[in-house]
Every structure is written in C-alpha cells, then in structure tokens.
C-alpha cells in the first residue's frame, strides 16, 4: 500500500505538468497527499520541515544561476546577437546543410550559456527559412532544433553552463568539467547518430515526395539580416563565458583554499563553508556575469531602449523555471522520508551496477516529471548519499559518476509532457502527431549515449 502511495504521487504530478498546471502549485499538493495517507499527523511538519528547507535550499544555491542565465539569453536575442551567429554559420557551413547548421547554431547558443527557450525562439524563423529553401518536411524542425539544443550540450559536454551540469555539483563535490573525455566521447556519439538519423528521415520523407508543407501554421516573417552585428562580436560573449568558466573552476579554490569562514562586524558568528561544493555555481555565476556585462558594453544602443521589459521578462522567466525545479527537489525530499520509498530503494538494490543503478533512477524521474531538472533533483534529494557510498566502494571517481547523473536526466525527460517539448511544438506550429516522433528518437537516442559512456568508462578507463 505505502508503495502504492508514492507511485500514485508520482503519477500525479507528471498528469498535472501534462495538463499544464503548475508545478509550483501541483508538487506539493502531491507531496502531502503522500504524507496524509501515509501518517496523516505528520503533513504539517513533513511540509514546514522538509519540503520547504529543500525547496529553500535549492533556490538559495540555484536561482542567481537561473537569473543570470536567463537574463544573458535575453541580452543576446535584444543585442541581435543570435541573429548574427545563425546568419555566419549559415553562410559558413552552407546553406544546403540545413539540419547541420541548425544544430550547430543551436549548440552554439546553448553551450555559450544562452537558455533553451531563448534558443527556440531565435533559431526558428532560420530553420523555417533554410528548410523551406531546399524544400526539407518542416515537421523535422523540431528533432533537429531537439538535437541541438536538448541533449549534448545541455549535459554531455564538459563545462557548459546549464544547470543540468551544475546541479550535480553541490551533491558530489565535482567541478562543471567533471569527466571531460566521457562527456566529449558521449556528445560524439550523439552527434554522429543523431544527424545520421535526421539526415535518413529527410532522405526518406523526400524520396516519398513530401516537401516543406503547405497551409502550415505559425510560419514565420522573412529574417531581415542587414546590419546585423559583426558575427565575431556576436561569438565574443559565448567564448568570454567558456574561458571564465574554466579559469575561475581553477582559480576559487586557490582563492579561498578548501574551507572559507566569513567573519563580518555584524555577524553574530563566523560563516563556514566548504568551497568545493560552491566552486561550480560561483564559476557560472561569475563568468555569466562577465557575459552580460560584455553584451551591455558592446551593444548598449541597441538594447537601451528595450532592456528593462527584457529584464522583466527574463527575471519572471527565471523565477518560474527556479521555483518549479525547487518544488520538485522539495517534492523527491518529501517522497523519499516516506515508508514507501524504501521499497523503490531496495527494488533499486537489484541494480548492482553503480552507474546503471543512478542512470536508470535519474532518467525514470526525468521521464516520470518530464523535467531534466526536476527528476535529477529528485533522485539526488532521495538518493546522493546511496550513489557516491556505492560508486567510492566500486572505485568510481564521482566526477564519472556527475557525468552519467547529468547526461541520464537529459534522458527520457523530453517525453510528451515536457515543457520544452510543448514550447518547442508550440513555436513551431506543429502538434505531436505530426512532429515528436523525431523528438522521441532524439530522446532514445541521448540515453542510449548514456549506456554508451558507462561502457566506455568500463572499457577504456577514460575520465
């Protein structure tokens, strides 16, 4: 029965994201559901003690990461920015390599720092241009824009600035750059069968004789590329972000050394923290800032006029996407005190294998949410300590151990009820009929890659 209670919890909120209500709201309600039919006394602490630390907590460490995230997307979509590095790759690649350049640019963007959403709304008119241009079935955007912004460079790829490769971080004590050969050896891989997949289904849509489309919704305007910016001005940023990244991963702990203690005139008592588990977002947020600062110092006409609605929409942006993974961290810590949960632990056990054990947790959360995110907070609020106890008795270095973790929530989470997903079918004009089979196959085929680190690790020793 107790096992029967976490399962409907669980059920609960993945229908309600589906439907389209807030998580906010909707995880938890799941949570002290939970609780009530399980200890019925206990809903009261069970949320002011546990749900609501965790949910705090994670906001405390996460949300500058969310704010100046999105705040720097925002600036590179007013600056034109975006709109400049779609235009140069187009021209360099070619504009006959339609699925590879839309890839390109969206991995540009997002590894740069830029969100995913941001990233859907700048390169869609593109993609609708060039795959109109060499008449390839609009309703393959999706995959494409899919595989390049949703999976390798969101977690695969070390040091990109996602939150999905930072989360990670503060339960292992790792770096953004945790296991740079396997994340490197798992974006090839997804890479090389992801465009060979999209480029067989263009092959064979067309060999049909099906073209772009007609009488197709939310067909966008012709993209207007005069005077957009220089596109090294517009790439600047992005690889300003990638180098203070990587320099401020090295240089926090020497600053500081492996402990700090803050000690200020009006402080009551000194303030103690261990600095390996803030190197990372400190890192992000540090580099990001310098991002933001570049683009307001570059291209300040062009964004003057605009800023503040685009940093009003950039922080509502961030607050939400924040809050919903907080509730859904503060929803797994919840879920995980109940009796229940215990036999999904033990069900768990039967999975000898350290890092299949934590990629198959992690990516049935992600699938379950249909948040990367949010399922990987929720396994990492239940079960961190029982994955890094099980990796340091295997011998595996928790940075192998932070790559598989990230690289499994960006799994199945890209089920039908993800929010990107429907933002992403939602721009494009397009409905799950007639588009997310290729998501999908962009899905199976990111945890495949997953299966194929594990055993690259296994094989060659490659960290």
Known sequence: MTFIVVLAALIFLMLAAYRGYSVVLMAPLAALGAVLLTEPSAVAPAFSGVFMEKMVGFIKLYFPVFLLGSVFGKLIELSGFSKAIVAAVIRWIGDKRAIAVIVTVCALLTYGGVSLFVVVFAVY??????????????RLIPGTVALGAFSFTMDALPGTPQIQNIIPTTFFKTTAWAAPALGVAGAVFIILVGISYLEWRRRSLMAKGEGYGTNLSNEPEPVDTANLPSPWLAIAPLVLIGIANFSFTKLIPHWYGANHELSLPGLAKPVSMQISTV?????????LLLGILFVVVTAFKTI????AEGAKAAIGGAMLASMNTASEYGFGAVIAALPGFLLVGKALESIPNPLVNAAVTVSSLAGITGSASGGMSIALAAMSEKFITLSQAAGIPLDVLHR????ASGGMDTLPHNGAVITLLAVTGLTHREAYRDIFSVTVIKTLAVFFVISTFYLTGLV
Not at 127 to 134: G, I, K, P, T, V
Not at 279 to 287: D, G, L, R, Y
Not at 404 to 407: D, E, N, S
């Open 125 to 138: 008119p593109f993609a609708a241009e060039l795959f109109r241009q060499s008449n390839i079935p609009k």
């Open 279 to 287: 190197t990372a977002i400190w890192s992000v947020e540090a580099a």
């Open 304 to 307: 003057r006029s605009r800023f």
């Open 404 to 407: 598989v973790v990230a690289m």
